[in-house]
Every structure is written in C-alpha cells, then in structure tokens.
C-alpha cells in the first residue's frame, strides 16, 4: 500500500506556538515528513534550538508574541517571502490559566482569550491573503482541547471557554475557505504530557485523578503530531470543519 498521499512534500508548513510541547514535535514530524517548515513562538533561544534539529532543509524561524496582532501579519509576510505560499498553518499556541469562577479577573480571562482564541482567528487571516493560498489549497489545523466538551476538573472556566469557541471560529472558517480550497480543523487533545500540563497548579492527587480518567493512557505529543500531518496532507483533502477527539478515551469514562 502506498504512503505517499500523506507525505507533506513541497509543502510549506507553519507552526505557531512550536518553541515547546505539541507544536515543537508537529514542527519536527512535518519537516521529516518532507515539508518546509517555519516557525515561530516567543522564545528565541528554543526556536533556534529546534531549527538546528529539523530533518531537511530549508526551514526559519520568528519570534513571535500572538498578542501582538501587528507582528502577525509582519511574520507571515516573511515567512511566505522565504519559502513560498503557506499549504499547511498548525495553530498551537495556548496557555491555561486555571482560575474558578468566583475568582478569575478581567486580565486573567482575556488573556487566556488572547493567546487560545484571538490569535489563532488573526494567524488564520494572514495565512490566507490573497494571492497567498497555493493551487492546491491550504490546510489549516487548530489545536484546541477535550476541555471545550469535557474540562475534567474544576477551575477552568476561560480555558473551557476558549477552546470552545475555538472551534466554532473553526467551523465557520471552513465554511468560508471552502471556495478557495482552504479546509480548516481542530483536534481535540485529552491531557497530554508538555511542559503546559506539568507547570499547572495542581496537587499529585489531582493530576492522578485526572489520569485515571484516561482509558488508553495520557497522551505524548507525538500522538498530535502525526494527526497534525495527516490534516495537513493530500489523505485529508475531502476533510474540512471537523472536529478529530484524540483524548485516550477519556469521554468515555
């Protein structure tokens, strides 16, 4: 049987949020499944880092703070004049602030809106200005969260949110690129082992608790990866506006 309809040959990927965790191994997958990757994130040091490891050639980097919404558009412009239009955008910045209702402030919910939310809608916009999508079309994936449908504890009620509206903005998306060969997705991640979920507040107890919850096992990075690169891929190419659960089975429990 042959592969090579999920090889990312002579695609140009970028991967926001790859200084770390899932985006930092989807960076290393997708170069190795042929692509030209850049990427960006706000530590300069760890992107230089990556670069120098990535399988081929051919790839760059960015410093980039989602937040900064000008930056965006100033980024993806370099990038597209280094290494062509972009066929593939991995979305996977994000930042969990776990904080319960009773609490959470105004600074604490909007930037947890910021970094999961808005900056995906803007990276999403400036990947795809015309006459920037290739022939061929574009992939876009958005790393979202089991915790829009299943939070799996308490204290998570921007995060939920966030990831929730992540992929209506998603579904909408897809809806619009269509025309333009533009297919947009997200996945849904269960726990995950990065350093995100090791650097949470949370007691042994608790995060046992959580594992538990998981029929297969907690999650590597390499599990988001590879779903990352079949999005991305030619084997996808009739898939658009779905959501894939990659969560251990833990919405089954």
Known sequence: MSLE???LDGKHVV????????????????????????????????????????PGTDHGYCCLDVRELDDIESVFDTFMRERGPIG??????????????????????????????RGAVFCCKAA?????????GMSIV??????AWHPMGSAKIAYSAAKAALNGAMRAAAVEGARRKIRVNSIMPAVVRTEMWESLR??????????????????????VAYACIYLISPAAKWVT???LVLDGGCSLS
């Open 5 to 7: 309809a999920f090889s």
């Open 15 to 54: 991967v926001v949020g790859a200084s770390s965790g899932i985006g930092r191994a989807t960076a290393v997958r997708c170069a190795g499944a042929g692509a030209r990757v850049s990427v960006c994130a706000r530590r300069e040091d760890r992107l230089q880092e990556l670069v120098h490891e990535l």
């Open 88 to 117: 593939g955008l991995v979305y996977a910045a994000g930042i969990e602030i776990l904080r319960p209702l009773n609490v959470i402030d105004p600074a604490q919910w909007n930037e947890t809106m910021d970094v999961n939310l």
């Open 128 to 136: 795809q200005r015309n006459p920037r999508v290739p022939p061929d």
């Open 142 to 147: 958005l790393i979202s969260s089991i915790a």
């Open 202 to 223: 949370m007691t042994e107890e608790q995060k046992q608790a959580v594992y538990q919850q998981h029929l297969l096992g907690v999650g590597d990075v390499d599990d």
């Open 241 to 243: 506006g779905t959501v």
